[in-house]
């Protein structure tokens, strides 16, 4: 429904600095979003050839005033008038029709917008459509990838206890190919994904193994090192599978006796890494990803320079995934919020080096963040740059477009945008809730990072 406090105003008017609002459907016009402030007379020439005589503008969200009004303006412009001299507008015919005298003629001072014209495929219109196939594309290679490496996670799983060295082999095979995939690319992004794209059971495996990959590659560990990270990073919870169902999430209404029953999986993992085979480097992430370097951890409250380098990398991000997906939503924390919540509250219980490099490579708002922007708009993040990380990729809340056509915003490409604040997804007003879908629980992967084009607009 239109803004009842937007005014509207002849096209010859505008300006840059001035706040407009078009009433067109998303194909229909080549701009990212439907409202905007206009920041280059290129945009007002792109709205004249829309055949627009009338936009609507927002006085308070403008910078500038519109240009003055010109003199009086002649009430009817679509050609000449076929009953020329007698008042009447182009096309009305030699007489009014039956009973229209009493209405009265049609108001002369406002003069509607004429409908624009909607190209079969206009440049701007086929540049769309082929950044939103390459983003879809892309968020697809994510899906499948995330979800083979979950169905063999899956497979590790069932065959831990009765075939362990088939499930290392599997394991081993799993981190290796998505070490390849991460080392062989300049660019990395931090993904976030549907939470279709991975069952429950697996999504914190698969969290912290896919983090720590890349929270490796940015500390500049060598090859050998990631692998090892990444199995163990993987198989970090593997020991619960001698656990009773309803102790494999650490749960805060647990007694005493159910939490020390639930501290004893790292020494199971261990256990049954030896099964499999795993190297030493592999065990020691198992056996210490509980370990603080405050020696407030466990199982053996070991301290500093005592955890293994590997170690350190997953107890940080095993924890940093644990509060953003808890074994109960509610009481989940945000992406912000988590890392936050560590770097004031929690980071004497880890490394520094490792926390620095984690918090560089996440960024202040990591994949998932609920923002409101500079101009009052929400968003989430959907990716970030590892290796510019303060300039996350953006879905922007806009209703004229639908939810699933949205354009992913690259903030690096777009100056005139800025992050105002993180808000928690229940603060959202339900419409937005409804189109940006926060996740319960948080699904990541890696792709690509995305080159910008050459003109800086919307990225795919």
């Given at each position: ?123 701007a219109l086929a540049r769309r459509r ?73 999504l914190h495996p698969m969290n912290v ?150 918090i560089r490579m996440m960024g202040v ?96």
């Amino acid at each position: 429904m239109p803004d009842p406090s937007l005014e509207f105003i002849d096209i010859d008017r505008l300006r840059v600095g001035v706040f407009v609002q078009l009433d067109l459907h998303w194909t229909q016009h080549p701009f990212q979003f439907s409202s905007f402030l206009i920041r280059n007379p290129a945009q007002i020439e792109q709205l004249r050839g829309l055949g627009l005589h009338q936009v609507r503008w927002s006085r308070q969200r403008s910078e500038v005033e519109p240009l003055p009004e010109p003199g009086v303006q002649p009430a009817w412009v679509d050609g000449p008038a076929t009953g020329a001299g007698n008042g009447m507008p182009a096309g009305a015919g030699a007489g009014p029709p039956t009973g229209a005298a009493e209405a009265g003629p049609p108001a002369p001072d406002r003069v509607a917008p004429a409908p624009a014209p909607v190209p079969a495929q206009s440049p701007a219109l086929a540049r769309r459509r082929a950044l939103l196939a390459d983003q879809q594309a892309s968020l697809e290679r994510c899906e499948r990838g995330f979800a083979e490496a979950s169905r063999q996670f899956r497979q590790i799983l069932q065959n831990a206890r009765a075939h362990p060295l088939q499930a290392r082999e599997v394991a081993e095979g799993q981190v290796e190919g998505m070490v390849e995939q991460v080392l062989e690319t300049e660019d990395v992004a931090i993904r976030l994904l549907s939470e279709k794209a991975g069952q429950e059971t697996t999504l914190h495996p698969m969290n912290v193994s896919v983090l720590s990959i890349l929270l490796g590659r940015s500390l500049g560990l060598d090859p050998v090192q990631i692998r090892h990270l990444g199995v163990g990073a993987l198989l970090h919870d593997i020991g619960k599978l001698e656990l009773p169902d309803r102790l494999r999430w650490r749960d805060s209404a647990a007694t005493a006796a159910e939490r020390r029953m639930y501290q004893e999986h790292p020494a199971h993992g261990l256990a049954l890494g030896r099964r499999m085979g795993l190297p030493a480097e592999v065990l020691e992430v198992i056996a210490q990803h509980h370990e603080q370097v405050d020696g407030r951890g466990y199982p053996a409250g070991l301290q500093g320079e005592a955890i293994h380098p590997l170690a350190r990398v997953v107890a940080l991000v095993n924890q940093y995934d644990n509060l953003c997906s808890p074994a109960n939503p509610a009481q989940a924390f945000t992406p912000h919020d988590a890392l936050a919540l560590i770097f004031a509250r929690q980071r004497e219980a880890f490394d520094a080096t490792t926390l620095a490099a984690f918090i560089r490579m996440m960024g202040v708002y990591p994949p998932g963040s609920v923002l409101q922007l500079n101009d009052a708009r929400y968003a989430i993040v959907a990716s970030v740059n590892s290796e510019r990380p303060l300039k996350p990729r953006i879905i922007v809340h806009d209703p004229a477009v639908p939810a699933d056509e949205a354009l992913v915003l690259d903030l690096e490409q777009h100056p005139e945008l800025g992050i105002q604040r993180a808000v928690k997804p229940l603060q959202l007003p339900r419409a937005v809730f409804d189109y940006l879908s926060p996740r319960k629980r948080l699904c990541y992967f890696f792709e690509r990072s995305p080159a910008a084009p050459a003109n800086g607009g919307e990225l795919g």
